[in-house]
Nanobody
Framework: QVQLVESGGGLVQAGGSLRLSCAASGRTFSSYGLGWFRQAPGKEREFVAA????????DYADSVKGRFTISRENAKNTVYLQMNSLKPDDTAVYYC?????????????????WGQGTQVTVSS
């Protein structure tokens, strides 16, 4: 069983930056693939970024490429999402997720563990 707790969300002006963190419990964290997803009001949950168990593979949604960076520290059981050049369209609840296959999966059904989410609001 893995428990995930996100932090770092908040209100920021367009063009600003935020760094989300997701702390995980569980001894097998380092073997999991990790991802960030988001859900805006009235919209379906969508993929944002993912990282493989070793950190050697990453993947991003086209809408965030060049602006967001996913990283992980296995020694701290933590995954990060650095978000730069934020836009109002980035406003959403952001969720981190973990999957057992260790790959940088882009589809939500690949993930079995989910955090509660953290709100990110970008004002124009």
């Amino acid at each position: 069983q893995v428990q995930l707790v996100e932090s770092g969300g908040g209100l920021v002006q367009a063009g600003g930056s935020l760094r989300l963190s997701c702390a995980a419990s569980g001894r097998t964290f380092s073997s999991y693939g990790l991802g960030w997803f988001r859900q805006a009001p009235g919209k379906e949950r969508e993929f944002v970024a993912a990282i493989s168990w070793s950190g050697s593979k990453t993947d991003y949604a086209d809408s965030v490429k060049g602006r967001f960076t996913i990283s992980r520290e296995n020694a701290k059981n933590t995954v990060y999402l650095q978000m730069n050049s934020l836009k109002p369209d980035d406003t959403a609840v952001y969720y981190c997720a973990a999957q057992r296959y260790g790959v940088a999966g882009t589809r939500s059904y690949e993930y079995v563990y989910w955090g509660q989410g953290t709100q990110v609001t970008v004002s124009s």
